[in-house]
């Protein structure tokens, strides 16, 4: 959704089109807090791993050290990138 919102975000331009996005600024944020809430789960549920069982859950066949950075970045991604492509809507 945060995609497509980015793509036609020019269109925020236009008055009409501005007052129903503005109608539905509350569901885009609760949205976003819902993407926190599943990132927190998935690291909660890799630190129970990790404590359990001494690592987490990785790729098939992915080293430990470079899965591990693997699976940080992609956890990082998951809560910045729905941030950064808000904040760029705020800013138009």
């Known amino acids: 959704m945060y995609k497509l919102?980015?793509?036609?975000g020019s269109l925020l331009d236009r008055p009409i089109i501005h007052h129903d996005f503005e109608n539905n600024y509350s569901i885009i944020l609760e949205q976003i807090e819902h993407e926190m809430d599943d990132a927190k789960q998935i690291f909660d549920h890799q630190m129970d791993l990790l404590e359990e069982q001494g690592?987490?859950?990785?790729?098939?066949?992915?080293p430990k050290v470079s899965g591990?950075?693997?699976?940080?970045?992609?956890?990082?991604?998951?809560?910045?990138?729905?941030?950064?492509?808000?904040?760029?809507?705020?800013?138009?």
């Open 55 to 62: 690592s987490i859950q990785l790729d098939r066949n992915m």
């Open 5 to 8: 919102i980015h793509i036609f």
């Open 68 to 92: 591990s950075l693997m699976w940080a970045e992609e956890l990082k991604q998951r809560y910045t990138q729905p941030i950064e492509q808000f904040r760029t809507l705020e800013d138009q």
